[in-house]
C-alpha cells in the first residue's frame, strides 16, 4: 500500500445541513476520480458513505464516514457527516480533524439553522471553511436568495468564486471568477468545455472578479503591494492571497455545485480547485 508523508494527507470534511446533498457529493466525487465505476444514490440505499442500515431506513446519514482518494500525490480523505444535529458529536468530531471543511448549502433553502449551528463550531476551530452552494440544477434553485443568504450570515468574508449562467433544469454551465473563463460541463459527463465569457455576462463577471482580486491582496502585504502597482493579479496570487486569507479566517470562498447530475464534475472539478487552495 501507497504511504504518504503527514504533509500530502489531507482530510476535507463535508458539513451542512440536512439534505443538501454530502452524501451525494461524497459519491460523486469518489465516481469522479474512478473509484467508482457506477454512482449510488442515497433514494437506491447505495452509497458508499450511508451503509447501516439505520441510514437506509431514514434516508439521512447518521454516522460520520471516512473515504479517500488520491490527486496529484496527495491522499484526500473525504468525511462524510450527518446533517442532523441529532448527531452534532459525530459532526464536530469530523471537524475537529479537518483541514478544510466543505459547508454545503442547498441551493433551495439558502442558510438555514443548522448550517448556522455547525457553522459556529467551524468557526470556534478556526478551520478553513468553502462555501458551496448545492443543487443548482434543481427546478427551485435561487442562487442569488442562497448567496444573499451567505452574504447576511457570513458577511464579507464571503467571496464569490464561480457563479452559475443557466440554474434549474438544465444547468450546464458556470463561469469562475478566478480564471475567467465560463465552463459548460456535458451532460455525459467527461471534462468541461472551456468557452469565453458571454458579452452580457462580461461586465458582471469582471466586477465580481475585481472584487475576488481585491479580498485576495487584502490578507498579505506584498501582494497588496503587487495589486497596486499592476492593478491585478494574476491567477497563482489570487490564490496564494486566498489561502492565508482561508487559513485566518477571513476568506470563505463560495463555489456552485450539482452533486447529483453526471455534470456534477462541476463538483469534483470546483472541489480540485478547493484542494489548491487549501493549506
Ligand atoms: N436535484 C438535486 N438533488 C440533490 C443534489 N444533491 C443531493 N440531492 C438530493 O437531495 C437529497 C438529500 O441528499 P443527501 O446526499 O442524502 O444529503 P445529505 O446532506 O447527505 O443529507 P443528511 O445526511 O440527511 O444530512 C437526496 O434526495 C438527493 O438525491 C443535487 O445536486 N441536485
Ligand atoms: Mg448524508
Same mark, same amino acid.
Given at each position: 500500500m501507497k504511504t504518504y508523508d503527514e504533509k500530502h494527507i489531507k482530510n476535507v470534511v463535508l458539513i451542512g445541513g440536512? %439534505?443538501?446533498g454530502k452524501t451525494t457529493l461524497a459519491e460523486t466525487m469518489l465516481f469522479e476520480a474512478g473509484i467508482l465505476n457506477r454512482r449510488g444514490s442515497v433514494e437506491d440505499k447505495n452509497t458508499v458513505s450511508d451503509y447501516h442500515d439505520i441510514e437506509h431506513d431514514r434516508?439521512?446519514?447518521?454516522y460520520a464516514t471516512s473515504m479517500h482518494t488520491e490527486w496529484r500525490g496527495y491522499k484526500i480523505n473525504i468525511i462524510d457527516t450527518p446533517g442532523?444535529?441529532?448527531f452534532m458529536g459525530e459532526i464536530v468530531s469530523s471537524m475537529k480533524v479537518a483541514d478544510t471543511c466543505v459547508l454545503l448549502i442547498n441551493a433551495q433553502q439558502g442558510v438555514e439553522v443548522s448550517t448556522e449551528l455547525i457553522w459556529n463550531y467551524a468557526d470556534q476551530f478556526r478551520k478553513p471553511v468553502i462555501l458551496a452552494i448545492n443543487?443548482?440544477?434543481?427546478? %427551485?434553485?435561487?442562487f442569488e436568495m442562497a448567496l444573499d443568504s451567505i452574504k447576511k450570515s457570513f458577511?464579507?468574508?464571503?467571496?464569490?468564486?464561480q457563479y452559475p449562467v443557466n440554474q434549474g433544469e438544465g444547468f450546464d454551465s458556470i463561469i469562475d471568477l478566478l480564471k475567467m473563463t465560463m465552463y459548460k460541463f456535458p451532460k455525459e459527463g467527461g471534462k468541461p468545455e472551456k468557452l469565453p465569457i458571454p458579452k452580457e455576462e462580461m461586465e458582471n463577471a469582471t466586477a465580481l472578479h475585481n472584487e475576488l482580486v481585491e479580498k485576495a491582496a487584502e490578507n498579505d502585504e506584498e501582494l497588496m503591494e503587487l495589486y497596486f502597482e499592476k492593478g491585478s493579479l494574476d491567477e497563482d496570487e489570487l490564490r496564494k492571497g486566498l489561502k492565508i486569507g482561508m487559513v485566518k479566517h477571513e476568506v470563505f470562498p463560495v463555489f456552485c455545485l450539482?452533486?447529483?447530475?453526471?455534470?456534477a464534475v462541476a463538483g469534483s472539478w470546483a472541489l480540485s480547485t478547493m484542494w489548491l487552495l487549501q493549506p
Open positions: 440536512a %439534505k443538501s434516508q439521512n446519514s447518521v442532523l444535529d441529532d443543487q443548482l440544477d434543481h427546478p %427551485k434553485a435561487n458577511g464579507a468574508p464571503a467571496i464569490l468564486m450539482s452533486a447529483k447530475t453526471i455534470w
